[in-house]
């Protein structure tokens, strides 16, 4: 029993009827009584199982669940907040077998991501709930590097010039990253620092390629199999070259943004050197926001190698919050960020703070909890703390409370914990799952780590399955995958176009279950094609 509600439709009410309102058995429900008094047998209408919010890809099916019960059967209802519910684009279904109430919206578009309402009524009162659609958009966006490319080999395959551009200036940094870059990654390259001028772009590069030669005979015999920079999974990050000297006392130079650099041989310190043969292997331990930026190989002087070094961007799921510690106590900061990073800064009152006697900095194995604990806390220590990931920071205060016991002065207390509780009320903390923070489309080069994350909340805590083109991933060695405090994270190692294809997350407790999906596209096959007809012409 059910039928089409517009979205602005009003509730009606008989003349002379009351609203009472009552408690549902279902969390989020609101039921409204007509009347004062039931007859015996009869029931107002509630929930027994709400319809859950849904995260879904653009152009798939979406469909609200619900499950009514009430005497006399009541009739449900379905209304959005902006915009109708028409025939053509929504079905409204009821299953027998499972008495299920069912929105269907086959081949969802975003202009359906809206909050809808479900209405369950009978002649002694309604039940009524809401939900929220949210649609992710998948539409293939090319940027203007990606189409002038494209417009570029059309134009070379039917032997028409493109129009010259006007002359602008390009930063230095860009040709010395194409200067050690394989041809694969030249379409990223010129993407990242909006070159569209490709014919230019290859004639200059080839002069540049040159004279960079000459200057590298004179120093070196052979170079070859450069590897850019890559993180490792324990934090650190490290590039190698082969290179045969022409004089083994040559001295060799690492730069980062054109300041000279300290490394040596042991690889205990931040910047290090490990050579086996003719291969060089350059290390950075312990990687931080302040490591990121352009490093270069340089043998007396002469420029050998460039790669850049990106961290991914940072936030904070969880922020530090205030802390109340008694003299002699240690005071505990913790947080929880968005990506996996070794290590983050911590500041205390406008001083930067590092591991030792007074502070304890700590990080989980999957580098995405990470705590500062303040031991033996004394009334100086007090005042604001700052946890820093890249440009993003968060802040609280610890307060020291003076030490009431004359007889435990200059003794360290016995670390105690104690867990403060609102006021008790009645009420059910159980939720369904939903998707804080759904997972976004993602264009990966091959042979580049692939990172996707996804943010799921409900209680009790949700299952979580990780499917690609509806395959579980969750036993795939080939697959790393983490849950942290509902952070869902997933990490390919190394993309190929095997890894091309439809991802999702499936979280799903017993009061219901949500999916989030979206698509990787891995690229780097077409640009051979570009690069090669480049180098023909």
């Not at 058995?25 to 015996?40: F, H, L, S």
């Not at 134009?155 to 200036?169: A, Y």
């Not at 940094?173 to 194409?178: G, N, R, S």
């Not at 030249?186 to 000459?214: H, P, S, W």
Request: glycine letters at 6%; charged letters at 30%; hydrophobic letters at 35%.
């Amino acid at each position: 029993m059910f039928k089409i509600r517009k979205a602005k439709d009003e509730e009606p009410t008989a003349p002379g009827q009351g609203k009472i309102k009552k408690r549902s058995r279902v969390p989020g429900v609101m039921v409204t009584q007509y009347v004062e008094e039931i007859p015996d047998g009869m029931n107002t209408p509630d929930f027994t199982r709400k319809p859950i919010s849904l995260t879904i890809q653009e152009g798939k099916i979406a469909i609200f669940k619900a499950i009514v019960v009430g005497k006399p059967t009541p009739t449900v209802s379905w209304m959005r907040n902006n915009g109708e519910i028409d025939e053509e684009r929504y079905k409204i279904v009821f299953d027998a077998s499972t008495g299920e109430h069912q929105l269907q919206m086959p081949d969802v578009s975003p202009d359906q991501a809206d909050t809808y309402k479900c209405f369950a009524r009978n002649e002694y009162g309604k039940a009524v709930v809401t939900t929220t659609l949210n649609i992710i958009e998948v539409g293939y966006k090319k940027s203007k590097a990606i189409v002038e490319l494209n417009t570029f080999v059309f134009f070379l395959r039917v032997g028409i010039e493109p129009k010259e551009e006007e002359k602008k200036e390009i930063d230095e940094k860009f040709w010395e990253l194409l200067l050690s870059a394989d041809k694969k990654d030249y379409e990223r390259i010129c993407a990242q620092y909006n070159i569209t001028d490709f014919r230019g772009m290859l004639k200059k590069l080839n002069e540049k390629k040159v004279e960079r030669e000459k200057e590298q005979e004179r120093v070196v015999e052979r170079l070859c199999n450069l590897k850019p920079i890559e993180l490792r999974d324990d934090g650190a990050a490290e590039f190698e070259l082969e290179m045969s000297l022409k004089d083994s006392s040559s001295k060799i130079f690492l730069y980062k943004d054109g300041v000279m650099v300290p490394f040596d041989a042991d690889v205990e310190v931040k910047h290090g050197l490990k050579q086996v043969g003719k291969k060089f292997v350059f290390s950075i331990n312990g990687v931080n926001p302040e490591d990121a930026g352009l490093y270069q190989v340089e043998v007396d002087g002469v420029k050998i190698f460039s790669t850049d070094l990106k961290l991914p961007t940072a936030d904070f799921l969880v922020k530090i919050q205030d802390v109340t510690a008694e003299e002699r106590e240690d005071a505990v900061f913790e947080c929880l960020i968005s990506q996996p990073l070794k290590k983050i800064s911590w500041m205390g009152k406008n001083v930067s703070l590092e591991q030792g006697d007074k502070y304890d900095i700590l990080v989980s194995e999957d580098m995405l909890i990470h705590t500062l604990v303040v031991k033996d806390c004394m009334p100086l220590d007090k005042g604001i703390y700052a946890a820093v990931a890249g440009l993003k920071s968060c802040n609280a205060w610890l307060i020291v409370e003076a030490d009431k016991d004359p007889n435990s002065a200059g003794k360290k207390k016995a670390q105690t914990f104690s867990l403060m509780l609102p006021e008790t009320k009645d009420c059910n903390f159980e939720t369904p799952p939903s998707f804080s923070v759904p997972l976004k489309m993602r264009n990966s080069p091959e042979s580049y780590e692939c990172y996707m994350s996804c943010a799921v909340t409900g209680n009790p805590r949700p299952h979580v399955t990780w499917y690609r083109n509806n395959v579980s991933l969750n036993t795939n060695t080939n697959y790393y995958i983490t849950n942290t405090c509902g952070v869902c994270s997933m990490v390919i190692l190394k993309v190929g176009s095997k890894d091309s294809g439809d991802y999702s997350v499936i979280a799903e407790n017993t009061l219901g279950r949500v999916e989030c999906s979206t698509k990787l596209v891995v690229k780097g096959k077409y640009i051979y094609i570009y690069i090669y007809i480049s180098t023909v012409f």
